[in-house]
């Protein structure tokens, strides 16, 4: 399988295609045969993979689990030794990488959050590769890091276009988990988009700090909903439950949009979801560092390709003509750059070199 679409040109809003920033040093090998000086292609590979959340979380952390599961079922050679979950704190977080590393030839670190513990662990590891997904950038650029960034506010704000299109209360609210950068990302992503369709809806906004904590997803959609929004994008792995319950014992028709995989079943009124497949970029940067095409640095992963990541309307929803035109045409627009987000939706551009593509894939 080839690696991700590559870029043309090299403007920033270049957004979902796939962009790798060169680092200042050659690739160097990790557990490879000492005779390549690229990190060549591997017989072998261990892998270990740890997650913030629950392995079984239907959502984001059990995506990753999978994708290294796929890239072991269809990739010979390839083997994962050891899934650590539920590493919120972020010493528990350094410790799970730290342990891995000790064994594997790649570690995966599924979150946002395991940026800072790669460029605390990776060097004391130089025979170990890491991949740090979900968002954030490593500062020290390690040759031995790569971070998948997922342009989250993106599908967060043609969620917003749509919620606000469709509202009838003129109040919209956004409900986000853990605070970190694509959770911020992704609330002011759903606000830039409600605004840009309707100046004067209210955008109610609240992080309650965890992404699996149902009780207070609960709490914090009761009170939006309470306060007339009618559309909700809960950007929360389990904790979405909570956020269900509240639209269901509201009496109201409430449309949600959540997050990671269409499950339209899950509620009476799912809008759609700002869909990531974190399982094909796992098993695809598995499989690329085998073949030794994984570079250091950072991969942006935006909507350009709508098999990593997009916005995805549940039938009710795609069948709605005007509804699905709105979503088609917003997407376009900001894979043109008709549409430019701030930094606030998007990671702000590197001050350093970068190159283009993905591992040398198609």
């Given amino acids: 399988m080839g690696g ?37 292609e591997r017989e072998e590979v261990s892998v270990g993979v740890t997650t913030i959340g629950p392995r079984n979380d239907k959502a984001f952390s059990q995506a990753h689990v999978e994708g290294a599961e796929l890239a072991a079922e269809e990739t010979p050679g390839v083997e994962v030794t050891a899934v650590l979950d539920n590493r919120e704190a972020p010493q528990d977080r350094i410790d799970a990488l730290e342990t891995l590393a000790e064994s594997n030839d790649l570690v995966i670190g599924g979150s946002a959050s395991f940026a800072p513990s790669a460029d605390t662990v990776a060097p004391q590891f130089p025979e170990t590769w890491f991949v740090v997904n979900g968002g954030g950038l490593t500062a020290s650029l390690l040759d031995n890091v790569t971070a998948f960034v997922l342009e989250q506010g993106l599908p967060a704000y043609v969620a917003g276009v749509v919620a606000a299109d469709l509202s009838e209360s003129g109040v919209v609210g956004y409900v986000g988990g853990a605070e970190i950068p694509p959770t ?25 700090g965890n992404f699996n904590d149902a009780a207070k997803a609960k709490e914090a959609a009761t009170a939006m909903i309470d306060d007339g929004a009618d559309y909700l994008y809960a950007f929360l792995d389990a904790g979405i439950t909570g956020a269900y319950q509240a639209a269901e014992e509201s009496g109201e028709d409430v449309g949600v949009f959540n997050i990671n995989v269409l499950e339209c079943e899950s509620y009476d009124n799912i809008v759609g979801t700002g869909t990531q497949n974190n399982q094909l970029v796992i098993s695809r940067a598995i499989e690329q560092f085998k073949d030794g095409a994984l570079e250091p640095g950072a991969v942006f992963l935006g909507l350009q390709d709508p098999e990593i990541q997009t916005l995805e309307l549940c039938p009710e929803y795609a069948d709605d003509e005007q509804v699905a035109k709105l979503t088609e045409e917003t997407i376009q627009r900001l894979n043109d750059g008709d549409i430019t987000p701030s930094n606030d939706v998007i990671t702000p551009p590197p001050d350093y070199e970068f190159s283009e593509g993905f591992g040398g894939g198609e």
């Fill in 4 to 40: 991700l679409a590559s870029l043309s040109g090299r403007s920033r809003l270049l957004l979902g295609a796939v962009v790798v920033l060169a680092s200042a040093v050659a690739l160097s090998a990790c557990g490879g045969d000492d005779d390549d000086d690229g990190g060549g």
């Fill in 184 to 208: 911020e990302q992704a609330g002011a992503g759903f606000a830039e988009g409600a605004e840009e369709q309707d100046p004067d809806v209210e955008v109610q906004q609240n992080i309650v």
